[in-house]
């Protein structure tokens, strides 16, 4: 049996592995090498925890049990799960890591006596109120991810559900989540700990169905962050560094995410978990009259394409929609070939989380160097011959710069216009999540390809 | 008077707080995916909890509550700790460099 000191300085040490293993992040090429620490704290976190109990004769085959049959579900996921669907997947993590973070705190409730946090029905002031808060926020990331995952995999709609009366029954359900910890602190009455779940669990619910799909990048990160926070309240309860270490480090990891989301979109954080954006634009845009549009086939396309010299690629959420990862890396392939210069520019908010567009353009071989982000490449368009929108919209429309009633006004936005030519490719004219018309598809040296970007980007290489 | 080791524990929690600050800050953008998964995986190390809970259960009751909420909680944290971390190992085996000129 370990003693507690040194089990504690080995939780110690898979905390600073965990550390290095962000930091590993910070390139590609040492990303791997981070991500090994990552396990490597992750075996010594669970070792430690066997050999400090010491106790390998009841339940510790069970418990191997347990944990062999999670981590091949685990393993059969990671394996299985096509790259566009990392959004859902991230989505579903979450959800199970607030479940386990509630899992744990209702074990500790139970048996105070295993965490030494006294006994049932006389529990620690300290650890009731940590808790609490564990028990609490994990029960909102559960929920909260559950719906973010639906929204994500298109089983519920993506579009904000709004009532009246919405945000004055959140801010009375979150009051009486603080007034039932504090009784149940008072009290250390078992009822009160399961009512706290239950209303936690329904503020997690009704604080995500007012959030829209493409704002879904900020709920995943808003989610990462709460998991952490979860993890965080859990590690006090249990005295573990390693725990809160970890808390705080992914705490703070989501909060900084949701914050580089909402300045990708010019709006406040506040703004976005209110919600309801993009329910009440569409009636503006229909009022417009008809303007005229240049459409083109791929012909027309590759015709101008082959003519150029340099190439920056927009990819979006529509790309992920229409696999067409890689067929525009062969597109792309073909254009190099011609010697032609390509690079590919991406919004922070394209696609459904952070970096959603680079693990597509990875996953088809795209080098990583040839990736640029918006500040980086945002010059380059002046002298670029072609810009080849893909799925992309409302990051690319020239309104955000000059119109200050446009919703998405002040929102950074890549400069596609002043290219000598615009390639759209797209499946109508509808306008984007935010409800408003691009301004771009009316552009004199804008050809609008109408069709599934995957079927275009072939027919296009085709015709090079 | 003694110091509630409370108290050092806020402090390593608020000192976390600021090196994920800074670390995180310094991540490249085109790895926030992976930056995604590998926290969850890493978050999961709330497993620690989860085995004390199954494992508190007495010889002749292994399946008392507490210990199947902690047994259930294994499962939870152990599909996020293999699914977060080789997700990312793949995700992360794809971002090459460029070739160099053929």
Redesign the interface.
Same mark, same amino acid.
């Given at each position: 049996m370990l003693s507690a000191n040194l089990s504690a300085i080995f939780?110690l040490i @898979?905390?600073v592995l965990?550390?290095l %293993?962000?930091?590993g992040? @910070?390139?590609?090429e040492t $990303?791997?090498q981070? &991500?090994f620490f990552?396990?490597l704290?992750?075996i010594i976190?669970?070792t430690v925890?066997?050999l400090s109990?010491g106790?390998f $004769?009841?339940?510790?085959v069970?418990?191997l049990i /347990? +944990?062999?049959?999670?981590? +091949?579900?685990?393993?059969f996921? %990671?394996?299985k799960?096509p790259?566009t669907a990392?959004p859902e997947?991230?989505a579903g993590?979450?959800s199970?890591?607030g479940?386990?973070?509630v #899992?744990?705190a209702?074990?500790?409730f139970? &048996?105070p006596?295993? #965490?030494n946090l006294g006994s049932p029905g006389n529990i620690k002031l300290?650890s009731l109120i940590e808790m609490s808060i564990g028990a609490a926020v994990g029960a909102i990331t559960f929920s909260g991810s559950v719906i973010a995952f639906l929204k994500l995999q298109g089983i519920m709609s993506g579009s904000p559900i709004t009532f009246k009366g919405q945000h004055p029954l959140n801010a009375l359900i979150l009051i009486s989540i603080i007034v039932l910890t504090y009784l149940l602190c008072s009290t250390q009455s078992s009822n009160l700990f399961w009512i706290l779940l239950a209303v936690s669990f329904l503020i997690g619910f009704l604080l995500i169905i007012p959030i829209g799909g493409a704002d879904m990048p900020v709920v995943?990160?808003m989610l990462?962050s709460y998991?952490?926070w979860a993890?965080?309240g859990?590690? /006090?309860?249990? =005295? &573990?560094?390693?725990?809160? *270490?970890?808390?705080?480090?992914?705490? @703070? $990891?989501?909060a900084?995410?949701s914050y580089?989301m909402c300045k990708g979109m010019n709006r406040s954080f506040f703004n976005v978990i209110l919600g309801g954006f993009g329910a009440t634009e569409q009636s503006s845009s229909q009022s417009k009259e008809q303007r005229p549009v240049k459409s083109g086939n791929a012909d027309d396309a590759a015709f101008l394409m082959k003519n150029a010299s340099s190439v920056i690629i927009v990819p979006g959420y529509g790309m992920a929609v229409a696999q067409a990862q890689h067929a525009l890396r062969e597109m792309v392939d073909t254009l190099k070939k011609n010697d032609i210069k390509v690079s590919y520019a *991406?919004h922070?908010v394209a696609g459904r989380?952070?970096?959603?567009m680079?693990?597509l353009l990875?996953?088809a &071989?795209v080098?990583?160097?040839?990736?640029f =982000?918006l500040e980086e490449i945002n010059n380059d368009f002046a002298n670029a011959d072609v810009a080849f929108v893909i799925g992309a919209n409302d990051v690319t429309n020239p309104v955000a710069k000059t119109d200050p009633q446009s919703p998405i006004y002040g929102m950074p936005v890549l400069d596609v216009e002043k290219c000598k030519s615009v390639l759209f490719v797209k499946r109508s004219l509808s306008p984007g999540y935010a409800g408003i018309d691009n301004d771009l598809f009316y552009k004199e040296n804008t050809l609008m390809l109408f069709a599934d970007a995957k079927k275009m980007t072939e027919d296009i290489t085709k015709n090079l | 008077m003694e110091i509630d080791p409370f108290i050092f524990r806020l402090s390593i929690f608020i000192l976390s707080i600021f090196i994920g600050y800074y670390v995180v800050w310094s991540v490249t953008p085109s790895l926030h995916t992976p930056l995604m998964s590998v926290t969850n995986a890493i978050s999961s190390v709330i497993i620690v909890g989860a085995i004390i809970a199954g494992l508190a259960g007495s010889s002749d009751n292994i399946f008392n509550t507490s210990s199947i909420f902690g047994f259930l909680a294994i499962s939870l944290a152990a599909i996020n700790i293999f699914g977060g971390f080789l997700v990312t190992q793949r995700m992360l085996a794809m971002y090459k460099k460029k070739k160099k000129d053929k």
């Open positions: 939780y @898979s905390g965990f550390i %293993a962000l930091r992040l @910070s390139s590609p $990303s791997r981070g &991500n990552g396990i704290g992750m976190a669970i925890t066997f109990i106790n $004769s009841t339940g510790f069970v418990v /347990f +944990l062999l049959i999670g981590g +091949l579900i685990g393993a996921i %990671a394996y799960i790259m990392m997947l991230v993590f979450h199970l890591v479940l386990a973070a #899992f744990v209702i074990a500790a139970l &048996n006596n295993a #965490f300290g995943i990160s990462n998991s952490g993890a965080a859990i590690g /006090f309860t249990l =005295e &573990n560094t390693a725990l809160i *270490i970890t808390g705080a480090l992914v705490g @703070s $990891s989501g900084i995410l580089i *991406i922070p989380m952070p970096g959603h680079n693990v990875a996953e &071989n080098p990583y160097d040839e990736v =982000e | -």
